[in-house]
């Protein structure tokens, strides 16, 4: 059974940094992607910024320049660096791990981790 638990939000200052650590407990195979989406109040989950097993990342644009992720050698922990942090990116922050096996996609969830940006 695979687990995602994540590790550190939190409230900090604007321009302020944080680092979310997603560790995953369980196969998620040789073929995967793991990633941050984010959900504010009142509004939908949306993605953040994906890296894929062979190190590929994406990031939506209002955070490019500014968020970096990353991953362990191991693969089974990745990591969100958040640097220049501004309120509009407070918002629970939810760690995600896409499996593909045969054709198909099995996606995980994290718990979600609280991030405030505020004076």
């Known amino acids: 059974q695979v687990q995602l638990v994540e590790s550190g939000g939190g409230l900090v200052q604007p321009g302020g940094s944080l680092r979310l650590s997603c560790s995953v407990s369980?196969?998620?195979?040789?073929?995967?992607?793991m990633g941050w989406y984010r959900q504010a109040p009142g509004q939908e989950r949306s993605f953040v910024a994906g890296?894929?097993?062979?190190?590929?990342?994406n990031y939506v644009d209002s955070v490019k320049g500014r968020f970096t992720i990353s991953r362990d050698i191991a693969k089974t922990t990745a990591y969100l660096q958040m640097n220049s942090l501004q309120p509009e990116d407070t918002a629970k922050y939810y760690c995600?791990?896409?499996?593909?096996?045969?054709?198909?996609?099995?996606?995980?969830w994290g718990q979600g981790t609280q991030v405030t940006v505020s004076s």
């Open positions: 995600y791990a896409d499996k593909f096996e045969r054709g198909g996609r099995d996606r995980y």
């Open positions: 369980g196969s998620i195979g040789t073929n995967n992607v």
């Open positions: 890296i894929v097993n062979s190190g590929g990342t």
